[in-house]
């Protein structure tokens, strides 16, 4: 199985910008669909963005400004978040799963720990 280790958060002035790392080990990436959710204080886990193994990525309405890419030479998925407001504070998930990217998370079988994104005005 894989393991999933997530970095870059940190805490960042509206309209900044974060890149966060999703580390994997274990098994390589290339094997699996991966995305990127996050959970702010008393929310549900909401879907940010996903990519497929061929590449072809979805991101949510809500997060046009976000760019996910993997690199499977470094056996990593990242995510560019550009232009970020209060409102994207929350703690950053990346997920993988063996079949296409979704929009669910339940459907998802590895998780990491998350990474703390603090967005201030």
Do not use: H
């Amino acid at each position: 199985q894989v393991q999933l280790v997530e970095s870059g958060g940190g805490l960042v002035q509206a309209g900044g910008s974060l890149r966060l790392s999703c580390a994997a080990s274990g098994r390589k990436i290339s094997a699996y669909a991966m995305g990127w959710f996050r959970q702010a204080p008393e929310k549900e886990r909401e879907f940010v963005a996903g990519i497929n193994k061929g590449g072809d990525t979805t991101v949510s309405t809500d997060s046009v400004k976000f760019t996910i890419s993997r690199d499977n030479a470094k056996n990593t998925l990242y995510l560019q978040m550009n232009s970020l407001r209060p409102e994207d504070t929350a703690v950053y998930y990346c997920a993988a799963r063996f079949s296409v990217s979704d929009t669910v998370a339940d459907r998802y079988d590895y998780w990491g720990q998350g990474t703390q994104v603090t967005v201030s005005s």
